[in-house]
């Protein structure tokens, strides 16, 4: 079901974007792999097309399944629940939070409305194509994750902290790794418009929001972690102060 093209993978040949941190997926849609001593978390799980990819990359770094100690949903839109399942069928741990488990529950989805809506916008269509090729409609539902709660320092490798940021979904989390300056945002930001395909600065997901506002609202609750490394969801890592991303987002 690999059907990555060269046109597909993230611009950087170099996988780690910051210190023990590996960006997946096609230049469209990331997810990540966190390495620790103790292990490797994957945050979100792209597309299910993007499945061979993990195991390559373990491969070629001598690691095995069962060093992958658990899977992070940022949220659980179809495009970040993609080979879940087959974590699970690994018996591999799946957190997400639990204002989201309708969505993990209900996969696959149908398309919402602004989805048909912006699909005469080249760059969308190009978004879209990928998606169905990749697998959206054959996402597996999963039945229960492990909870996410805003504030927990997660008991997985690299230990990251939850940052609840409601408003892209229900249950839309950061995860902040303090000891990296890393901001996994998930959907809460991106640096890819996923309506034109520009890549920019740091942006909120406007229409694609389930609640825009109150995703707004939400980036108040990602103020003062001074330096990072944002890695979204979709778009490429942007570092520098997360106030001034937050700034370029309003
Ligand atoms: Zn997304």
Redesign the pocket.
């Known amino acids: 079901m690999s059907t990555s093209t060269a046109d597909d993978r993230p611009e950087s040949t170099d996988r780690e974007v910051a210190d023990g941190v590996y960006r997946f997926g096609t230049r469209r849609?990331n997810w990540y792999v966190l390495e620790a001593d103790d292990g490797l978390t994957v945050v979100d799980a792209g597309l299910p097309a993007h499945w061979p990819q993990l195991g390559d990359w373990l491969a070629e770094n001598g690691y095995e399944f069962d060093d992958v100690a658990a899977l992070v949903l940022t949220?659980a839109?179809a495009?970040?629940v993609g080979f879940a399942s087959d974590l699970v069928d690994r018996n591999v741990p799946v957190y997400c939070h639990p204002d989201d488990l309708p969505l993990l529950r209900g996969q696959p989805q149908g398309a919402p409305g602004w989805f048909y809506r912006n699909l005469w916008r080249p760059g969308f269509f190009v978004y879209a194509v990928e998606m169905i090729r990749d697998g959206v409609t054959a996402v597996e539902p999963l039945a229960d994750a492990e909870p996410l709660a805003d504030g927990d320092v997660l008991p997985v490798p690299g230990e990251p902290r939850v940052i609840f940021a409601p408003g892209?979904t229900r249950g839309s989390c950061a995860l902040y790794v303090e000891n990296r300056d890393v901001l996994f945002c998930?959907?809460v930001l991106?640096t890819r418009n996923?309506f034109t395909g520009r890549e920019g600065d740091p942006q909120l997901?406007g229409s694609?929001d389930e609640d825009h506002d109150e995703a707004r609202a939400s980036l108040t609750r990602l103020e003062g972690l001074g330096s990072v490394t944002l890695l979204p969801?979709?778009g490429n890592p942007w570092r520098g102060e997360i106030d001034a991303a937050l700034s370029l987002a309003r």
Do not use: E, F, K, V
């Open positions: 849609i949220h839109d495009d970040h892209h998930g959907d991106a996923i997901l694609a969801g979709h």
